[in-house]
């Protein structure tokens, strides 16, 4: 790999990780020039990293005025949980019908995981987030769909700065606490058609929570 594309890859994947993580929140202006400054390139590279992200619905281009990151609407909100709760669905179906004594193992240290991280005060959000996205990313795996675990994935991308605004509500991390629970527990016992229910329900139950609290 040239240097050229070690540059733009490294400015398109930072850029991508304060998008997800919160970093810059929704409605921040990426000025292309302070960003060619900050990353000591041509602007170039910087174009093309926004150009990928606004094809994977992260930004958006305003005539005139540059980049921003995409603030979503409660309706557009709305519909990528109604998604990622169908494709869920299907994956924890598939997950739990095949899961194998060491994915219960993994799976178990994560929710392990979470639980101990939400029983600290002050609790690491940061933290906590990175467990529970891979607590259900390492279920999904289990289902061998690496198609669907893509899809998963790139739908979370785009909700997962939304959700950090209400993990730090005590009534909604009890309710998510609490879901886990019992995915896990119906993921743990082989119940695919409960594990799949449980987690489109956790998936919408989350949105409303969010919605409501917007």
Known sequence: MSYGDSLRNHIYSTLRQEITDGTKPAGAV????????RFLSSRSPIREALSRLEAEGLVLLRPRRGYIVKELSPDEIMELFEMRAALEENAAFVATSVR???DIETVKKLLEGMQTVSDHV????QKWMLINREFHHRMYVCSGRKRLCDAISALRD???AYIRSVIGDQDHLGVA??????????FEVGNA???????????LSTARFMLEKS
């Open 158 to 160: 785009q909700t997962d």
């Open 193 to 203: 058609n409960l594990a799949a229910r449980l987690s489109k329900e956790h998936c």
């Open 30 to 37: 990426m000025h292309q020039e302070a960003l060619a400054k």
């Open 177 to 186: 606490n609490r879901d886990h629970d019992e995915i896990f527990a119906a």
């Open 100 to 102: 194998k004594s060491q």
């Open 122 to 125: 002050p609790m690491d959000h």
